[in-house]
């Protein structure tokens, strides 16, 4: 199984027995009534614009830019096959021209391909931008997509630095417009079953959570291999990775964070801890004698992807996980706290020997544990199990099955929130917006910035955002 079958498998997390009802349809007078109760003119906005989207008729016209494994897969070929009575694409963009038209090939469209975004937007007038590009490119191409009037739908995180976010927001004021930020991980089933137990008052109100994540020796590596390992492309690993998790931490805790302290280092891949290290794999003196070598030539979507583009870019997709150009962490502890007062001990390893996380929720009367494994040597569980701890003893547990489907039938989900039932009730508040974008990405900001500095980073200090003690809808 490979690390990303095992993502799936994490996040796809389904309780037996359960079947949350994400889609359920709303009326116009129930929409109405939820906007004004929230009072939230950017909830209107966001479901405004997908609304918009809906009633438009069918055949709307999407673009892609990225063409990237993200993007070709979740938002390329799949999106070809399931939506083509309703979306229709338009155009294709990358900065590298042979990954562009290889993208347009295996997804069998006839529509034409860009280097050059600008000219991608002037001539194909989309209806729909998705940004699949690395991660500190996304401001770029959201802002521009706001600015043209789009729906524009952007991979996490929603960017990588104070600046960009504050940019995100200014052009969102600017322009009237707002951003999709595409948390797949709010849709698994887990993760909202999550999100219901702590809304059941089973564990009264919560006080503390521990997140301790884990990457495997398979998983973890992939990011030191690829751009993910340079902090000027994804942000390091606790914007680009822990943007999921502390999406994921804000949802559940429905507060957004207020301080945040850090401390991380890279204790295991890169240059100064190994003594053999290469460029890549492939003419690697090391290959017999290291336990990362990885062969891309077995994989020809690897090998069309990255390897035959390599001349327009000159990107190694099998980068060393020992070259010296990496300069991010691989061990990460953060201490933040909510502006309601709820405290988080998080931390992210990227060398384990098992891939998975513990989870503890600390409430007023009782306790939520989880421990989801991935990968663990000798083989994982068929289901994965939920605690919940009265604090005098009542222990009640729920076996949960993994599902089938992108990250888990997550990806799927989200698609059809967006594209399919556009105006489908969000009971579960899955949708999430700039705000949502900007806290998650804001916390790993905060914490980056703390490891540099070894202060207390307040989160107000950095954007035009003031953390609310409730946060509710976007
Ligand atoms: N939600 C998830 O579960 C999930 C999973 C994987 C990746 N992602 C996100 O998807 C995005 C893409 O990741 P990926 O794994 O596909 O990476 P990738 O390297 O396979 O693809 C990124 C693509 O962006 C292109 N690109 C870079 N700069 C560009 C620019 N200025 N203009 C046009 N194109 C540019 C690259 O050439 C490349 O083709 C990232 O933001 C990543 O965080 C999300």
Known sequence: MTGRQRCALNLGDIYRNYKPNIFEPMNITNRRKFIQKTGAIAAATFLGSLNAFAQNGP??????????VRGLGMWGTSVKAEYDDILQ?????????GRVAYARRIMELDCPVYTDFDKMLRESSPEILVVTTTDSTHDEFIIKGLEKGIMVISEKPM????KKVQAILDAERRTGNKVIVTFNMRFSAYV???WEILRSDEIGDIKSVNLNWYLDTDHGASYFRRWHGLRDIGGTLLVHKATHHFDTLNYWVDS????????GSLDYYGQKNSKISHSHCRPCPFKSQCKFYWDITVSSSAMGLYVDNEKYDGYLRDGCVFR??????????????YAS????????TAFSPYEGYRLAINGTKGRLDTWIQQSMPGGVKAYQEIKIINLFGNVKTIQVMP????????????????FRYPDATDRLRQSAGSRDGAMSALIGIAARKSIDTGKIIRIEDLTELKPLAKKGRD
Not at 89 to 97: E, R, S, T
Not at 411 to 418: E, N
């Open 341 to 348: 007062g709820v405290k988080v001990s998080y931390s992210l």
């Open 256 to 263: 957004e964070p207020e301080e945040v302290f850090a401390y």
């Open 324 to 337: 010296k150009e990496i300069d991010i962490y691989d061990t990460m502890a953060v201490q933040y706290k």
């Open 89 to 97: 694409f338009v155009g294709l963009c990358d900065i590298n021209p």
């Open 192 to 194: 909202s079953k999550i």
């Open 159 to 162: 960017t990588t630095d104070e």
């Open 59 to 68: 055949r709307k016209r999407i673009a892609m830019v990225g063409t990237g």
């Open 403 to 418: 599902q089938a489907g992108g990250h888990g039938g997550s990806d799927p989900l989200l698609k059809d929130r967006l």
